[in-house]
């Protein structure tokens, strides 16, 4: 089974510099999508970035971006200029394929917070 | 339309009680997702319809009953909870790829959330 590993249950960054979140995976397949998801305190789960394993090129949206180490199982997010709209919980997510439908295995989550 | 909506936004139910929560998308997906959460824990999920027949059901305890009418709408019938039950039920829906590949669905959209309480 896979699993999604985020060790830093907290960080914390000041308005206009730059943080990265951790994630690492577990999986026995070659091919799969990883995902990033912003989680706000209006509890609205809101995509942010995603990742296709059998691209080598890191994902990039405006400030967000990730560093794909597909043999190292790891899959960091950098968020660039933080903003004080960027303070939520962060969940890496991974997607598995059971039988002919698919699910999302989710980290335990970073809270975020961006001080002024 | 490029969202979920989930109702009623919060809803407060005693043990004996039945009710449902909604949710509607009309973005043509085809898969769509009830998921649980606790507070400060990741999502769970509970169930998968695809093509508006039930693929997963995550060993979900029989007072959670899912249905799935047509491809916009997903409801979750709840019967005789436990104050445990209590949390942010969370839908989601994804849009089914022409192509075959890595994955047949695209990345899951989420509503806002149904926050339930079970006294």
């Known amino acids: 089974a896979q699993t999604v590993t985020q060790s830093q249950p907290e960080m914390s960054v000041q308005e206009a510099e730059t943080v990265t979140l951790s994630c690492t995976y577990d999986?026995?397949?070659?091919?799969?999508?990883l995902f990033w998801y912003k989680q706000p305190p209006s509890r609205q789960m809101i995509l942010v970035i995603r990742q296709e394993a059998y691209k080598q090129q890191n994902a990039t949206e405006n400030r967000f971006s990730v560093n794909f180490q597909k043999a190292a199982k790891s899959f960091s997010l950098k968020i660039s200029d933080s903003q004080l709209g960027d303070a939520a919980m962060y969940f890496c997510a991974y997607r598995s394929r059971q039988g002919g439908s698919e699910k999302l295995v989710f980290g335990k989550g970073t809270k975020l917070t961006v001080n002024p | 339309d490029t969202e979920v909506t989930q109702t009623p936004k919060h809803l407060v139910m005693g043990m004996t009680n039945k009710k449902s929560l909604k949710c509607e998308q009309h973005?043509?997906?085809?898969?769509m997702y009830w998921y649980k959460q606790k507070a400060k824990k990741p999502p769970e999920l509970m169930f998968v319809y695809s093509y508006e027949k039930l693929s997963i059901n995550e060993s979900v305890p029989s007072r959670f009953s899912p249905e799935c009418p047509n491809s916009s709408l997903l409801n979750l019938h709840l019967h005789a909870l436990q104050p445990e039950d209590s949390a942010l039920y969370l839908c989601a829906s994804s849009r089914k790829k022409g192509t075959s590949g890595a994955s047949s669905y695209n990345e899951q959209f989420f509503g806002p959330g149904t926050r339930l309480t079970v006294l």
């Open positions: 973005m043509g997906h085809r898969a």
């Open positions: 999986t026995s397949e070659s091919d799969y999508y």
